[in-house]
């Protein structure tokens, strides 16, 4: 079991910046990917950001150049450093960890982000 607790959301005005953390407990496979994904109101969740426990990452397009994925490995946590905050970036952002050798997912309860002047 690996559990996962987000936090960071918050509103913000466009065009700020925001900092989420994802910091994980349990039993941390050796071999995995960690993510953030983010979920609008009415809409599917999908990936945003990616980092891998070999060190590579993956963004959605939407978000390349503005968000950077990066992780703590003394603290078992990653983050999501958001600049450039458009509306559209608006959801609940939820972080995921899926261990590569026998694909068993976690998920986390979720952060909300809201971006409106």
């Known amino acids: 079991q690996v559990q996962l607790v987000e936090s960071g959301g918050d509103l913000v005005q466009p065009g700020g910046s925001l900092r989420l953390a994802c910091a994980a407990s349990?039993?941390?496979?050796?071999?995995?990917?960690m993510g953030w994904y983010r979920q609008a109101p009415g809409k599917q969740r999908e990936l945003v950001a990616v980092i891998i426990s070999g060190g590579g990452t993956h963004y959605d397009n939407d978000v390349k150049g503005r968000f950077t994925i990066s992780r703590d490995n003394a603290k078992n946590t990653i983050y999501l450093q958001m600049d450039s905050l458009k509306p559209e970036d608006t959801a609940g952002y939820y972080c995921?960890?899926?261990?590569?050798?026998?694909?068993?997912?976690?998920w986390g309860r979720g952060t909300l982000v809201s971006v409106s002047s």
């Open positions: 349990g039993s941390i496979p050796n071999f995995y990917a």
């Open positions: 995921n960890i899926e261990n590569r050798d026998n694909g068993m997912d976690y």
